[in-house]
Nanobody, 127 residues
Framework: EVPLVESGGGSVQAGGSLSLSCAAS??????????MGWFRQAPGKEREAVAI????????YYADSVKGRFTISQDKALNTVYLQMSSTNTEATAMYYC??????????????????WGQGTQVTVSS
């Protein structure tokens, strides 16, 4: 069973909206401490955390660059996390990776705590 399955992404014009989803396998979702969300890596830049859902508490983390424009949410019945991207700009162009940590979940997120990763989905925002 594949741990994480991503969908969504694609191309959009600046100012538009795009959504991503990521489904986790049931055995991972049963972990006592889960943080799940999205990192992104733009060409020539380091990978950064974009939005994280702390599954048990419902708390959320957003990078400053996306606050007020991106929304992360979860559907526990489907073991799925969603990222709604609105008012996009060209800085959002990157490969987006779904990630899940099932042990320690800190804020701000540390990439080393995420031990399950999706294959990545490209988001391209054109001006």
């Amino acid at each position: 069973e594949v741990p994480l399955v991503e969908s969504g992404g694609g191309s959009v014009q600046a100012g538009g909206s795009l959504s991503l989803s990521c489904a986790a396998s049931r055995y991972i979702w049963r972990s006592s401490s889960i943080c799940m969300g999205w990192f992104r890596q733009a060409p020539g830049k380091e990978r950064e955390a974009v939005a994280i859902e702390y599954i048990r508490s419902g708390n959320k983390y957003y990078a400053d660059s996306v606050k007020g424009r991106f929304t992360i949410s979860q559907d526990k019945a489907l073991n799925t996390v969603y990222l709604q991207m609105s008012s996009t700009n060209t800085e959002a162009t990157a490969m987006y990776y779904c990630a899940l940590g099932a042990s320690v979940c800190t804020t701000p997120p540390l990439e080393s705590e995420y031990n399950h990763w999706g294959q990545g989905t490209q988001v391209t925002v054109s001006s």
